[in-house]
C-alpha cells in the first residue's frame, strides 16, 4: 500500500486556455475536474485497479458534492488538488478535496464529496470491494490516530 493512502495526496494540474472564460479565469464547473482526476489518480496509486473493477461490473458515481469557491485559479496557474479520504461506509465513500495554487498554497476550491459504489449494469448500490474498504478503514484510521495526536 502507498503512502498516498495515509499521508495526504495531492495532484498537480496546469491550467490550460480550454479551462478558462474569455478573461482568463478557471470555469466553475472544471474544478469538479480536476477533482475526479485527483480522487482517480488516489485510487490508482494506492494500487486498486479501476479496470478489474469495470470486468467485475463496478463504478462508482459522485452522489453529493458541497462547494465552496474562495478565490479564481486563472490561465497557466500550477494547481494541486487534494484527495483525502475521510469516511466510508457500505456502498459510499466521503473525500475531502481542495485544490490550491502551487506557487502560494492558496486555496481557491474546497469540497466534500460523496462517492457511491454501484453496479455498472444497474446503476444500483453494490458494497465497496474489499481491498477498497481494507485502504479506506487504513486511511480513516490513520487519520483519527493523527487527529488525536497532541500537536506540536
Given at each position: 500500500?502507498?503512502?498516498?493512502?495515509?499521508?495526504?495526496?495531492?495532484?498537480?494540474?496546469?491550467?490550460?486556455?480550454?479551462?478558462?472564460?474569455?478573461?482568463?479565469?478557471?470555469?466553475?464547473?472544471?474544478?469538479?475536474?480536476?477533482?475526479?482526476?485527483?480522487?482517480?489518480?488516489?485510487?490508482?496509486?494506492?494500487?486498486?485497479?479501476?479496470?478489474?473493477?469495470?470486468?467485475?461490473?463496478?463504478?462508482?458515481?459522485?452522489?453529493?458534492?458541497?462547494?465552496?469557491?474562495?478565490?479564481?485559479?486563472?490561465?497557466?496557474?500550477?494547481?494541486?488538488?487534494?484527495?483525502?479520504?475521510?469516511?466510508?461506509?457500505?456502498?459510499?465513500?466521503?473525500?475531502?478535496?481542495?485544490?490550491?495554487?502551487?506557487?502560494?498554497?492558496?486555496?481557491?476550491?474546497?469540497?466534500?464529496?460523496?462517492?457511491?459504489?454501484?453496479?455498472?449494469?444497474?446503476?444500483?448500490?453494490?458494497?465497496?470491494?474489499?481491498?477498497?474498504?481494507?485502504?479506506?478503514?487504513?486511511?480513516?484510521?490513520?487519520?483519527?490516530?493523527?487527529?488525536?495526536?497532541p500537536q506540536e
Amino acid at each position: 500500500m502507498s503512502n498516498a493512502a495515509i499521508d495526504g495526496f495531492e495532484w498537480p494540474v496546469r491550467v490550460y486556455i480550454e479551462d478558462t472564460d474569455a478573461g482568463g479565469i478557471v470555469f466553475h464547473a472544471r474544478y469538479l475536474h480536476y477533482m475526479e482526476r485527483a480522487r482517480t489518480e488516489w485510487v490508482r496509486q494506492c494500487g486498486v485497479a479501476l479496470r478489474a473493477g469495470l470486468a467485475d461490473n463496478i463504478s462508482y458515481v459522485v452522489q453529493r458534492m458541497n462547494l465552496h469557491y474562495a478565490a479564481p485559479a486563472r490561465l497557466d496557474d500550477e494547481l494541486r488538488v487534494s484527495a483525502n479520504p475521510m469516511a466510508f461506509g457500505r456502498v459510499w465513500m466521503d473525500f475531502r478535496q481542495v485544490v490550491y495554487r502551487a506557487s502560494d498554497r492558496k486555496r481557491l476550491c474546497e469540497a466534500d464529496v460523496r462517492v457511491a459504489c454501484v453496479a455498472l449494469d444497474s446503476g444500483r448500490p453494490r458494497r465497496l470491494p474489499d481491498n477498497l474498504r481494507d485502504l479506506l478503514d487504513h486511511h480513516v484510521q490513520a487519520l483519527k490516530t493523527q487527529q488525536a495526536s497532541p500537536q506540536e
